[in-house]
């Protein structure tokens, strides 16, 4: 891996919106590729764990949906009916404001096959390109507008060389990472 999405942690049903950073670099400035590219779902154990231990909602997989469900809703009426007074702003629903504009994806991390399928449902209600986002190619999912290291058309793209296909067994070795055109791990 050369770039990471970093985001809050699954405690909440909606963890936050995150940033995406280069795994490497000497300042701040080398390693956030960019800020606000994505918010953060948890659809599994940790919002159960966390809420039924304090014995409020949501204390299972239908009533973590629910609470989704109902906060893109609220983020929906808000968006159409704006506060017209600066103690009515709700900057969490400003925030899922972006989602549902198309100006963020939805991150849905899913453990199970039936977090997949409750993502898929409430997707029809909500934004269609939150599941586009965690399918398409990677680079997208980053909100980069091409390749991320070798100059390529004018484009920065990093690049690991791999004895073999990683996916295939453990036996492949990273032989060289390169980061912006730069090499930084030889073997």
Same mark, same amino acid.
């Given at each position: 891996?050369?770039?990471?999405?970093?985001?809050?942690? &699954?405690?909440?049903? !909606?963890?936050?919106?995150? &940033?995406?950073?280069?795994?490497?670099?000497?300042?701040?400035?080398?390693?956030?590729?960019?800020?606000?590219?994505?918010?953060?779902?948890?659809? =599994?154990?940790?919002? !159960?764990?966390?809420? $039924?231990?304090?014995?409020?909602?949501?204390?299972?997989?239908?009533? !973590? %949906?629910?609470?989704?469900?109902?906060? @893109?809703?609220?983020?929906? +009426?808000?968006?159409?009916?704006?506060?017209?007074?600066? &103690?009515?702003?709700?900057? +969490?629903?400003?925030?899922? =404001?972006?989602? @549902? +504009?198309?100006?963020?994806?939805?991150?849905?991390?899913?453990?199970?096959?039936?977090?997949?399928?409750?993502?898929?449902?409430?997707?029809?209600?909500?934004?269609?390109?939150?599941?586009? %986002?965690?399918?398409?190619?990677? *680079?997208?999912? @980053?909100?980069? $507008?091409?390749?991320?290291?070798?100059? /390529?058309?004018?484009?920065?793209?990093?690049?690991?060389?791999? $004895?073999?296909?990683?996916?295939?067994?453990?036996?492949?070795?990273? @032989? $060289?990472? /390169?980061?912006?055109?730069?090499? *930084?791990?030889?073997?």
């Amino acid at each position: 891996m050369t770039t990471a999405y970093i985001a809050m942690g &699954s405690a909440n049903v !909606i963890a936050g919106i995150g &940033s995406v950073v280069h795994l490497f670099g000497t300042t701040g400035e080398d390693l956030v590729m960019g800020t606000g590219r994505g918010m953060k779902v948890a659809m =599994g154990e940790n919002p !159960i764990r966390v809420y $039924s231990g304090q014995h409020r909602r949501p204390t299972s997989r239908p009533g !973590i %949906a629910a609470v989704l469900r109902e906060w @893109l809703e609220r983020a929906r +009426r808000y968006q159409a009916y704006p506060p017209e007074k600066l &103690s009515e702003y709700n900057p +969490r629903l400003e925030a899922l =404001g972006l989602v @549902l +504009r198309g100006d963020i994806p939805l991150r849905i991390p899913s453990h199970r096959a039936g977090e997949m399928l409750t993502a898929l449902r409430l997707s029809l209600g909500a934004p269609g390109y939150a599941l586009k %986002a965690v399918t398409a190619h990677p *680079v997208a999912i @980053l909100g980069n $507008s091409g390749p991320a290291g070798i100059h /390529w058309d004018g484009q920065e793209v990093d690049l690991v060389l791999w $004895s073999d296909n990683p996916l295939a067994g453990l036996q492949a070795r990273t @032989l $060289s990472v /390169w980061i912006r055109g730069q090499v *930084v791990q030889q073997a």
